[in-house]
Structure formats: C-alpha cells, structure tokens
C-alpha cells in the first residue's frame, strides 16, 4: 500500500558524486524512518544511512563524512547526497521507510524500493 521509488543512481569515477531519490506514494498516514540500505555483489543488505521524522540521522561508519542523508516530510522524499565515491560503493542502493497507513486502518508499514544500481569505477 505504501510504494517507494528510487532515482538517481548510474556509473561515477571514483572521487565523484551522486544523488539519490527515494519518493514515497500510497496510504501514507505517517512516515517515521526513512533510509538507504545497500547491497553489495555477493554480500547481505547493509544499513547506509537513516534520517527520522525529527531529522536524527545515523550513518555506517563506512560512509560517516561522506555521504549526507536529507528529508523532505512534506514531500515524502528522502535523499541521498554521496561524494568522494569509492569502488567499494558500488552495490544496489534500497530505499526503506517505515510508518502507518490512512486512517481508518492506521497499519503499521515497512517497504521497501526496487533498488538502484551505483556503480563506482574508473
């Protein structure tokens, strides 16, 4: 009931930047985490970054001073500023948000995004 859906991924040299987008759509009542996840060939799904409602964010320390994550509630967008890329970024990037849906059901809600591919190599 609650879709997401992810932009801004593609090939970059190492040292470069992206900027991801994650919209949400759907029965949204209220969104409370928002994050970026990431799977890398070969490896489990890994937590990037995570912002709150409040705008509290927390990072893997892989990415700490590199990436920046950001909100927009009135939108139901989060973004995902990455620089000074490295070859070790490169995975699928999920988006991730997690809430309740419309009254009158207020369900609680976690989904996921299709995932977007980021690829960092010279």
């Known amino acids: 009931q609650v879709q997401l859906v992810e932009s801004g991924g593609g090939l970059v040299q190492p040292g470069g930047s992206l900027r991801l987008s994650c919209a949400a759509s759907g029965s949204i009542g209220r969104i409370n985490t928002m994050g970026w996840y990431r799977r890398a060939p070969g490896k489990q799904r890994l937590l990037v970054a995570t912002?709150?409602?409040?705008?509290?964010?927390n990072y893997a320390d892989s990415v700490k001073g590199r990436f920046t994550i950001s909100r927009d509630n009135a939108n139901n967008t989060v973004h995902l500023q990455m620089n000074s890329l490295k070859p070790e970024d490169t995975a699928v990037y999920y988006c991730n948000a997690d809430g309740t849906t419309l009254p009158p059901y207020n369900r609680s809600f976690r989904s996921w995004g299709q995932g977007t591919q980021v690829t960092v190599s010279s």
């Open positions: 912002i709150t409602s409040g705008g509290l964010t």
